[in-house]
């Protein structure tokens, strides 16, 4: 597994932009899929964002479409989520996971296709 800590998150208005942060300590990022996944209170952990470890690929939910980039940073050992045109509903703790090293399958959804989960950042987004 991998240890997992999330950054970036804040308090800010509809339309603002903020970046989020994924970093890891003890093993390297590039070699594992990295996802995002969001969950606001009292629902269940959603699906954001995902890339593959060798970058070429990325998934995206429908909702965060044309607002949100994946990317990795492998410089820093990071994988970064670029969120822009906030909306007061991607109100939300976001958590960055990490799945199988070296898996080359489909990039998954769901938060069982994911080993290893950072604590969370909150992102809240005001009207």
């Known amino acids: 597994q991998v240890q997992l800590v999330e950054s970036g998150g804040g308090l800010v208005q509809a339309g603002a932009s903020l970046r989020l942060s994924c970093a890891a300590s003890?093993?390297?990022?590039?070699?594992?899929?990295m996802a995002w996944f969001r969950q606001a209170p009292g629902k269940e952990r959603d699906f954001v964002a995902a890339?593959?470890?060798?970058?070429?690929?990325?998934y995206y939910t429908d909702s965060v479409k044309g607002r949100f980039t994946i990317s990795r940073d492998n410089a820093k050992n990071t994988v970064l989520l670029q969120m822009n045109s906030l909306k007061p509903e991607d109100t939300a703790v976001y958590y960055c996971?990490?799945?199988?090293?070296?898996?080359?399958?489909?990039?998954?959804?769901?938060?069982?296709?994911?080993?290893?989960w950072g604590q969370g950042t909150q992102v809240t987004v005001s009207s």
């Open positions: 890339i593959t470890w060798t970058g070429g690929r990325t």
């Open positions: 003890g093993r390297t990022l590039s070699t594992f899929p």
């Open positions: 996971a990490a799945g199988r090293q070296f898996y080359i399958g489909s990039l998954g959804s769901r938060t069982n296709d994911y080993e290893s």
